[in-house]
């Protein structure tokens, strides 16, 4: 049960003895789509008595076979694992995505993972599904492998969502992102758009300079971060020593500060003011997850700290208002 590397399912025999169903993806952001076939996939598993089997990588196959132009990512993988497990399924496998898979070829990936670790009797994919080296392989070579091999391919439409022209995928969900289109974004991801990390120290200046103390996180690299500007959302700060997880409405920046870094080129800092907070709880090296709920503004530069502390006064105000509409 659980997450397993594919190494460790094959010395253990997990699955079911009657074989499994399975689904293979990057499955970045684990959006509503990917939950949408992946409960397909369970009820794929359920008709025929065979265990659910997610399979996915442990980076983003595009870092190893076209690095210069690999997407930047929906989650980390921590919290990819964890939101797959979260859908249900059965098992979920990760193959290590490293130079030698991404050489393999399509039908060796088939005999070595599908039918002889996973012992596949339904393999379920989407409209637009490929695999192995140079994407060789497809829904047809599935097909005839798997009527020599005992395994049939399920077709999973796409899930549309009402509002957009085109299906649900992480593509699509990364231009919101850059668009600042968290709403969006909230929409098809069937949550809000979350970025963990650790609150570090920051220059200690929200506190003392505009009475506004904000919560420093570093953006993870490789992940993606929504566009510059303000937002309110929530940030969950992880259980400390002697306190519990707790949730706080928050006005948000993610930006790179220019009324104090005038400069080109600053670094983009995601601070969370944390609206409501008990001053004695700390901060430091707790783990936090921002999540964006919506856009307040564009960020600006101001003539001084006292008119920054203006504003930032009307983005709380904002940040309760949007938070109280979202909860509607
Ligand atoms: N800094 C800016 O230079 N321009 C902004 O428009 C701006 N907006 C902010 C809005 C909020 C809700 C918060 C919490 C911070 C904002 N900041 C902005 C960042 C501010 O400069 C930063 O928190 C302090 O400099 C401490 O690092
Ligand atoms: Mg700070």
Request: glycine residues 10%; proline residues 4%; aromatic residues 6%.
């Amino acid at each position: 049960m659980g997450v397993q590397r594919l190494d460790s399912f094959a010395a253990t025999a997990s699955g079911s003895a009657s074989g499994s169903a399975v689904t293979i993806g990057a499955f970045d952001g684990v959006h509503a789509g990917h939950r949408y076939l992946i409960g397909r996939l369970r009820e794929l598993a359920a008709e025929r008595d065979l265990a659910s089997v997610v399979v996915t990588f442990d980076r983003h196959p595009a870092r190893v076979v076209r690095p210069e132009s690999a997407p930047l990512l929906l989650c980390d993988l921590d919290q990819k694992l964890e939101l797959l497990e979260a859908t249900g399924v059965d098992h979920v496998v990760v193959v290590p995505f490293d130079h030698t898979r991404s050489q393999e070829e399509a039908e060796h990936f088939v005999t070595d993972v599908l039918v002889d670790t996973l012992r596949a009797r339904v393999v379920a994919v989407g409209e637009d599904f490929h695999f192995g080296r140079g994407r060789r392989g497809t829904v047809a070579l599935l097909e005839a492998m798997g009527a020599r091999m005992g395994f049939d391919v399920a077709h999973i439409d796409l899930l549309r969502d009402g509002s957009l022209e085109s299906p649900v995928s992480s593509t699509a969900i990364r231009l919101m992102l850059v668009r600042g289109e968290v709403e969006a974004a909230a929409g098809a991801l069937g949550r809000p758009y979350e970025i963990r990390g650790v609150v570090a120290r920051g220059d200690g200046r929200g506190g003392t300079v505009l009475g506004y103390p904000t919560a420093n996180l570093a953006v993870p690299d490789g992940v993606l971060h929504p566009a510059i500007g303000i937002y309110a959302g929530w940030c969950v700060l992880s259980p400390g020593i002697g306190s519990a997880q707790t949730t706080h409405a928050a006005a948000i920046s993610l930006g790179v500060r220019p009324t104090f870094h005038p400069e080109e080129g600053a670094p983009v800092t995601l601070e969370a003011f944390l609206l409501d907070l008990d001053e004695a709880v700390p901060l430091y090296e707790r783990s936090a997850r921002v999540q964006f709920v919506s856009r307040l503004r564009d960020e600006l530069r101001f003539e001084s700290a006292a008119a920054l502390a203006e504003q930032i006064a009307r983005d709380v105000e904002a940040t309760r208002a949007a938070l109280a509409r979202a909860a509607r």
